[in-house]
C-alpha cells in the first residue's frame, strides 16, 4: 500500500462510491427502529478501506452516504454521514496490517481477525458514539430515539460490514498469486 493517496486509490474511491451508493440506495433491509436500516454498503467501504486505506474507505462511505441523502431526500443528514465515513476510515486502519497479505494472496485468519476487530470497534464508536452525539447536537434530536437508532445501527451494520468485507476480501486475496509460488522448473 503506497503511503501517498496514488492515482489506484482515486480509481478505487470513485468506484468504491459508486457501488456504495446504489447498495446504499437499494439494497436495505428495513429495522424495527425507525429510519434505520441493515446496510450491506458498508461492507464494501470496508472492503477497500482494508485495501487502500483510511482516507479511501472514509471517502467511498462519506460520499457515496451523501449522494444518497441529496438524490433521495434532496438534502443529507451530516451527523449519520460523518458517522459513515468514520467507520471506514477506522476500519481502514488495518490495512497496514492486511493489506499486503491480501494482494500476495494469503489472507488468513488472522488478516480475517484483524479486520473484523477493526470494523467492530469502528461501528461502535461510530454508531453507539458519533451519530447519535451529533444528531443531538446538530439537530435538536430526542437522545432516547438516537441512542436507539446508533445501537441497533451499530449491530446491523457491524456483521454486514464484517461479512460482506471477509468475503469480498476473501474472494479478492484468491485471485491473487503468491509472490514466489510461481517458481521455474529445471
Do not use: R
Not at 474511491?13 to 424495527?32: E, Q
Not at 436500516?37 to 487502500?52: D, E, P, T, V
Amino acid at each position: 500500500m503506497d503511503k501517498k493517496f496514488s492515482t489506484k486509490s482515486i480509481v478505487a474511491t470513485g468506484l468504491g462510491a459508486a457501488v456504495f451508493l446504489v447498495l446504499f440506495m437499494f439494497v436495505k433491509i428495513p429495522s424495527p427502529v425507525p429510519e434505520t436500516n441493515l446496510q450491506i454498503a458498508y461492507g464494501i467501504s470496508g472492503f477497500f478501506a482494508a485495501l487502500y486505506g483510511p482516507l479511501c474507505g472514509f471517502l467511498v462511505a462519506f460520499i457515496g452516504h451523501a449522494l444518497n441523502d441529496f438524490i433521495a431526500y434532496g438534502s443529507p443528514w451530516w451527523s449519520w454521514i460523518v458517522a459513515s465515513g468514520l467507520s471506514a476510515l477506522i476500519t481502514g486502519l488495518c490495512a497496514k496490517k492486511i493489506a499486503p497479505q491480501v494482494e500476495d494472496g494469503k489472507f488468513s485468519g488472522k488478516e480475517a481477525g484483524t479486520f473484523v476487530l477493526y470494523t467492530v470497534i469502528a461501528h461502535a464508536v461510530s454508531w453507539i458514539v458519533v451519530a447519535p452525539v451529533l444528531d443531538i447536537v446538530i439537530y435538536g434530536e430526542s437522545a432516547k430515539l438516537v441512542f436507539a437508532q446508533g445501537a441497533i445501527a451499530f449491530v446491523t451494520d457491524a456483521i454486514t460490514a464484517a461479512v460482506v468485507g471477509l468475503l469480498l476480501l476473501k474472494a479478492y486475496s484468491a485471485t491473487k498469486v503468491s509472490k514466489g509460488s510461481l517458481a521455474k522448473n529445471k
